[in-house]
C-alpha cells in the first residue's frame, strides 16, 4: 500500500558527509509534507528536519540546522537529508516520515507513515 524507503546510511568520519534517501510509494506524493526523525539507544526519537507539502517552508531541530538540508524531488517520489559537517552526536536510526498536507511539523504523532529507518554512524 504505502511505503517508504530509506537509503544512504552508513558509517562516516566525524565531519564528513552523508545524504539520505527516502523513496516514497505514495500515489499523491506532492500532497505530503515529509520529515525526517532519528533515534539513538536510550534516547527518545528526535525531530531532525521537515519540509512542507509545498516544498516552501522547511523547519529543522536546532541541533541540526546550518548543517543538514533537507529537500524533496516530486519527480522521484523521494526526500532527501543532505548531512555535512557530521558529529559522533548524529549517531543514530534516521526514520523517514509523511504527513498528508504537512506543513512541516516536528510532532511524530502528526505524520500517517513511516520508513523502518537507516542506520548513519559517524566516528570520531
Known amino acids: 500500500q504505502v511505503h517508504l524507503v530509506e537509503s544512504g546510511g552508513g558509517l562516516v568520519q566525524a565531519g564528513g558527509s552523508l545524504r539520505l534517501s527516502c523513496a516514497a510509494s505514495?500515489?499523491?506524493?506532492?500532497?505530503?509534507?515529509m520529515a525526517w526523525f532519528r533515534q539513538a539507544p536510550g534516547k527518545e526519537r528526535e525531530f531532525v528536519a521537515a519540509i512542507s507539502w509545498t516544498g516552501s517552508n522547511t523547519n529543522y531541530a536546532a541541533f541540526v540546522k546550518g548543517r543538514f538540508t533537507i529537500s524533496r524531488d516530486n519527480t522521484k517520489n523521494t526526500v532527501y537529508l543532505q548531512m555535512n559537517s557530521l558529529k559522533p552526536e548524529d549517531t543514530a536510526v534516521y526514520y523517514c516520515a509523511a504527513d498528508l498536507g504537512g506543513l512541516g511539523s516536528p510532532i511524530p504523532n502528526q505524520y500517517d507513515y513511516w520508513g523502518l529507518g537507516t542506520q548513519v554512524t559517524v566516528s570520531s
Open positions: 505514495l500515489s499523491t506524493f506532492r500532497n505530503y509534507g
